[in-house]
């Protein structure tokens, strides 16, 4: 069965970090692109960053550059998503899904069913 997922969310104060983890199973992550979205309580979700099957990363959203990271594990089969220097904006459930090519688009999918696979997300509260 193919599955994602993801854990490492929390609570976290202005200018913290975390580490999210997304765990597949199932399929060999690294012949996949594997995208990083979140969702804010009423906002759509949103793409953040991407990794491709070799390493090069795409970000979707300028504010986090700088302060995101995307990696992979793939002996551990696992996308890490560290951020740094937290703000409230960036307090939302994350999700990872796989991209069904080994490379990231340029931009994000219009349809989210471009998608084939999503994990049950992780909520990251960033509040003081």
């Known amino acids: 069965q193919l599955q994602f997922v993801e854990s490492g969310g929390g609570l976290v104060q202005p200018g913290g970090s975390l580490r999210l983890s997304c765990a597949a199973s199932?399929?060999?992550?690294?012949?996949?692109?594997i995208v990083w979205f979140r969702q804010a309580p009423g906002k759509e979700r949103e793409g953040v960053l991407c990794?491709?099957?070799?390493?090069?990363?795409?970000y979707y959203v300028d504010s986090v550059k700088g302060r995101f990271t995307i990696s992979r594990d793939d002996a551990k089969n696992t996308v890490y998503l560290q951020m740094n220097s937290l703000k409230s904006e960036d307090s939302a459930r994350y999700y990872c899904?796989?991209?069904?090519?080994?490379?990231?688009?340029?931009?994000?999918?219009?349809?989210?069913?471009?998608?084939?696979?999503w994990g049950q997300g992780t909520q990251v509260t960033v509040s003081s």
């Open positions: 899904a796989r991209e069904p090519y080994f490379a990231c688009s340029d931009s994000v999918r219009s349809s989210m069913r471009e998608y084939d696979y």
């Open positions: 199932g399929f060999t992550l690294n012949y996949y692109a």
């Open positions: 990794i491709s099957s070799s390493d090069l990363t795409t």
